[in-house]
């Protein structure tokens, strides 16, 4: 007894076919099945076997009507038969003239050792069949007559052109006579015309059961026709008496190196539109292969492989077309494609992603590349020339994928393809310590990778942390915040303290009866002045806070203010006279100012130098102390016009409160901590907390570069 191999002693299916159900038992359940078909399975299994003619309706009515349609004074002289075009097991095409439409047409008759009652019957079935379908891939039948010896002639459009069969691995013929150089999408628009009609003859109710390359032919002008409807049946009652019923059709019938399980034959009836569904898949097979999709060198082995169907897609093919042929040559129907016009648009949308593919296999070239570039010893070097280098491979590959997903945005390759390429620049970014290019790049991806969100959000922290700290620097050392009241207030007390000298020393004594010339009195008027510059500070404190240079600049006044009441406080207690104590009072004032010269403003250097000099000069003449202070201080006024002037003017201008320079990274330090708190919250590939907000709503950085400490107009 011959059992069926081991792999394939299951089928797929839990609703397999119960002729298949059988078969799982032994092989020689089907084989006794098979009959006198055995020997021609095995011989000769890409020949077509047809089925034993049953006495019928359909069969009685065949000859019936072969007598209505053929009067005995008509036979032989509507068609003059001519040269031999092509020839079957029991048939033979002929080009002939139809006299009645002086026009050359084909004859299909039966062979002169074929003429059997049974091959009258089947030849007429065939006629009847194709006839009853008007199909630009199906070709008309014109009429029926008979010869003189009263063989029925079959009078068809004449079609000048080749087996599919012929063309289907003949890349260079169908350059030549169809211009196209793409043979594989030549090969599926074929069976893409072959669907059409075999979707027509289902919508007509008829199946076809033959449907092979060589029942295929293609016209001169690339048109294609589905021939050979000589075993087709009907699954309509109404086909009763002319067209063979599918549920009658129990007996092996096909070719059996293409046939579906079902087709086997069996107790009862199991043929469907979907049985055609797997012949236009087994030819799909074969132009993927190069094979037919049922071969052996025993019948046990051809039967076997019907059985498991569907055989094993070689190497190399596209997926989607693999995938595709699979489920049309399923062994269980129902798994199959609803029909022969699904089976169709799964094709047409292969060929619609085709180019999306090509695109995506080039793009995929560009990233290999790009990987191999990034996994060098020196990926994350500075260089500029490397950095645009390795850019423009990024923009490259990311283009073609882009390109690929416009023609098919489903393209699985290329949605991969665009996130690795974009995750492996984030890692290069992130390893240079460029966050905000990072974070561009990670945009992109609709769902970028988790714990790469992580690091990215995490440097973008990093670097909002220190760009808050360059914040808060920068703003502190801006001359031209608060640069209108800093010149006010400069003028103001440049203004007091310039006229004080003169006037109190010589209205001071006056008012309060002290000698010309004391150290008490040189404490009130400094007081005085102290008392002043804490008025003016306090009315502007909002601007004079504001950034720390300024407060540096307002401490440093009071300060040297106070420190000048103080040494006054001690020369007098110590008995100092007052020409050393003012002497040095300048001391004081060139010291402060050459600190605040080289600490905080660098353009003090003239009133630095003015009381240097003013120091050297009362020391030699002492008598002229007055005009003396009186000039360094005018000298310190004008110093903080020509530093200030212009930037105030321009404020003033403007009505603003500073002038229109680039502006500084907005960074919320509040937001920046709570934003690395939820990220150390985080459990290891955990998602944050859904009552966080997300770090990237939380800070947004604007790596702006920030404007110089000194503005031209400050």
């Not at 292969?350 to 995929?364: D, I, M, P």
């Not at 260089?383 to 393209?411: G, I, Q, Y």
């Not at 203004?495 to 404490?523: D, Q």
């Not at 400094?526 to 806070?545: E, I, K, P, Q, Y």
């Amino acid at each position: 007894m011959l059992r069926l191999p081991p792999q394939l002693s299951a089928t797929p299916h839990d609703s397999a076919l119960p002729m298949i159900d059988a078969a799982q038992q032994s092989l020689d359940a089907v084989l006794r099945t098979l009959a006198v078909d055995a020997d021609t399975i095995q011989r000769a299994p890409s020949r077509t076997i047809e089925p034993a003619l049953l006495p019928d309706e359909s069969a009685k009515r065949a000859l019936e009507l072969l007598q209505a349609i053929t009067p005995s004074s008509a036979r032989g002289r509507a068609v003059h038969v001519g040269e031999l075009l092509g020839q079957g097991g029991m048939g033979e095409v002929l080009l002939a003239d139809q006299v009645s439409m002086g026009r050359k047409v084909a004859v299909k008759r039966l062979k002169r050792e074929a003429t059997t009652e049974a091959n009258t019957i089947k030849l007429l079935q065939e006629a009847w069949v194709t006839g009853y379908m008007e199909h630009p891939n199906i070709i008309p039948v014109y009429d029926i007559t008979v010869d003189a010896s009263g063989t029925p002639l079959i009078l068809l459009m004449r079609i000048e052109g080749t087996q599919w069969a012929h063309l289907m691995d003949d890349p260079e013929t169908v350059r030549q006579r169809f211009n196209d150089s793409d043979l594989l999408e030549w090969n599926l628009r074929v069976l893409m015309q072959v669907c059409d009609a075999v979707h027509f003859a289902h919508t007509r109710g008829i199946i076809h059961r033959d449907l092979k390359p060589e029942n295929i032919m293609i016209g001169e002008l690339g048109e294609v026709y589905a021939v050979d409807w000589g075993i087709a049946v009907s699954m309509r009652i109404e086909h009763t008496g002319r067209i063979p019923l599918a549920r009658h059709a129990t007996q092996m019938a096909g070719t059996p190196c293409y046939m579906a399980p079902e087709m086997l034959g069996g107790e009862h009836s199991l043929l469907s539109e979907r049985t055609d569904v797997y012949l236009l898949g087994a030819m799909l097979y074969e132009l993927l292969s190069g094979t037919v999709p049922h071969g052996g060198a025993k019948l046990p082995d051809i039967v076997a492989s019907i059985i498991s169907s569907p055989p094993p897609i070689p190497d190399g093919v596209p997926h989607e077309l693999g995938r595709i042929c699979r489920r049309a040559m399923d062994a269980d129907p129902k798994q199959r494609f609803e029909s022969a016009l699904q089976f169709k648009l799964a094709l047409e949308s292969f060929l619609r992603h085709r180019g999306s593919r090509q695109l995506a296999r080039q793009a995929a070239g560009r990233l290999r590349e790009l990987l191999r570039e990034l996994e060098r010893p020196d990926a994350n070097s500075e260089s500029d020339e490397r950095h645009l280098h390795l850019h423009n491979m990024f923009a490259e590959c990311r283009f073609a994928f882009r390109e690929s997903l416009k023609e098919w945005p489903d393209n699985g390759a290329a949605i991969e393809g665009i996130r690795r390429a974009t995750a492996a620049m984030v890692e290069y970014e992130l390893g240079l310590g460029d966050a905000k290019a990072a974070a561009t790049l990670l945009s992109g991806l609709e769902q970028p990778p988790t714990e790469l969100r992580q690091r990215v959000e995490e440097a973008q922290l990093v670097k909002a942390a220190e760009q808050l700290r360059v914040n808060e620097i920068v703003r502190d050392n801006d001359s031209a915040t608060g640069a209108r009241t800093r010149v006010l207030l400069g003028l103001i007390m440049g203004f007091i303290w310039t006229l004080s000298p003169l006037a109190l020393s010589r209205w001071l004594p006056e008012m309060t009866g002290m000698t010309r010339e004391s150290h008490l009195g040189m404490i009130y008027s400094t007081g005085g002045l102290l008392l002043v510059g804490v008025g003016f500070a306090w009315w502007a404190r909002d601007s004079m806070s504001k950034t720390k240079l300024n407060r540096q600049l307002m401490s440093s006044v009071m300060f040297t203010l106070l420190a000048q009441m103080v040494m006054n406080l001690v020369c007098g207690v110590r008995g100092i006279d007052i020409e050393t104590t003012m002497t040095l009072n300048f001391f004081l004032w060139f010291t402060i100012a050459g600190i605040v010269s080289l600490l905080l403003e660098h353009r003090f250097w003239l009133a630095t130098l003015g009381y240097f000099v003013a120091l050297f000069v009362v020391t030699f003449l002492p008598e002229y102390r007055y005009w003396i202070m009186s000039a360094s201080h005018l000298l310190l006024t004008i110093n903080v016009l020509i530093m200030w002037g212009p930037t105030a003017l321009e404020l003033i201008r403007r009505g603003e409160d500073r002038p229109p320079y680039p502006k500084l990274p907005e960074v919320d330090g509040a937001l920046i901590r709570s934003g690395l708190t939820s990220l150390r919250e985080l459990a290891p590939g955990g998602e944050p907390k859904p009552d966080k907000r997300t770090v990237s709503e939380q800070v947004v950085i604007d790596q702006t570069p920030p404007p110089p400490p000194r503005t031209p107009l400050g």
